[in-house]
């Protein structure tokens, strides 16, 4: 389902998609920044959605954008299968766009950035979600800049 990106898309959340956690971030296309905001509980691929219903009811996104963990070569992976079944849904739920975008290498960045900043590595009690989240939605800035002329 391809959506247009139109200039009332202002405000986005983005998701590092996973089966036990999904990272989550907040941007907007005026300063072209996103920034983590948080991780919440999966149950195989499925959000916790009254958590994730509060934080669409806080941050008010215009849109959504999912990260797609695609293979090496650029197929498809059984994630980003499911990963398109999550934005699908996130759209359906919301009424909202949701936006996919290749992700890869994007978990491997936010550790090495993670590591630079003195993470011990023991991402299970202190994931790096919401950092890859962050990294997907600036990508996807990056590719839908706002045109303020427009």
Same mark, same amino acid.
């Given at each position: 389902m391809s959506q247009? =990106?139109?200039?009332? #898309?202002?405000?986005?959340?983005?998701f590092d998609f996973g089966t036990k956690r999904m990272g989550l971030a907040t941007g907007q296309r005026l300063t072209g920044s996103a920034n983590g905001l948080c991780? #919440?509980?999966a149950k195989d691929g499925k959000p916790d959605w009254d958590a994730l219903d509060k934080l669409v009811e806080e941050w008010q996104p215009d849109?959504? =954008? =999912?990260?797609?963990?695609?293979?090496m070569d650029?197929? &498809? @992976? &059984?994630?980003?299968r499911r990963a398109n079944k999550f934005s699908?849904?996130?759209?359906?739920?919301?009424?909202?766009? @949701?936006?996919?975008?290749? *992700?890869?290498?994007?978990t491997f960045e936010a550790k090495q950035a993670a590591k630079a900043s003195g993470h011990k590595g023991h991402?299970?009690?202190d994931p790096v979600d919401e950092a890859a989240a962050a990294i997907i939605l600036?990508?996807?800035? *990056?590719?839908h800049p706002f045109n303020a002329q427009a």
């Open positions: 247009p =990106v139109t200039d009332k #898309i202002q405000t986005l959340m983005a991780c #919440i509980s849109a959504f =954008v =999912v990260g797609l963990p695609l293979n650029g197929s &498809d @992976s &059984d994630m980003s699908n849904r996130l759209h359906n739920r919301y009424r909202r766009p @949701s936006f996919t975008i290749d *992700e890869r290498l994007s991402y299970k009690s600036q990508s996807w800035l *990056e590719q």
